[in-house]
């Protein structure tokens, strides 16, 4: 079965907001590096999603594939 950008990128866009829910519940301070950059990745997955760019969205896309707990 073929997918879209459209199909998975809401997808991994979830995904990511669960493991950062995750994340925060964790009693570890040492987590906050980490937490920046999802917050990055999430916020440009946002940013390209509204503007339509199709480009930016693939890039961060792949991003959000490779991002892992």
Do not use: C, H, W
Request: charged letters at 25%; a negative charge; aromatic letters at 8%.
């Amino acid at each position: 079965m073929t997918t879209s950008l459209g199909d998975e990128y809401p997808k991994q866009q979830a995904r990511l907001r669960e493991l950062r829910a995750e994340v925060v519940k964790m009693p570890v301070n040492s987590m906050f590096l980490y937490l920046s950059e999802l917050d990055s990745v999430l916020n440009r997955a946002d940013v390209a999603a509204i503007s339509g760019d199709v480009v930016q969205m693939l890039g961060v896309y792949k991003e959000m594939t490779e991002f892992n707990a």
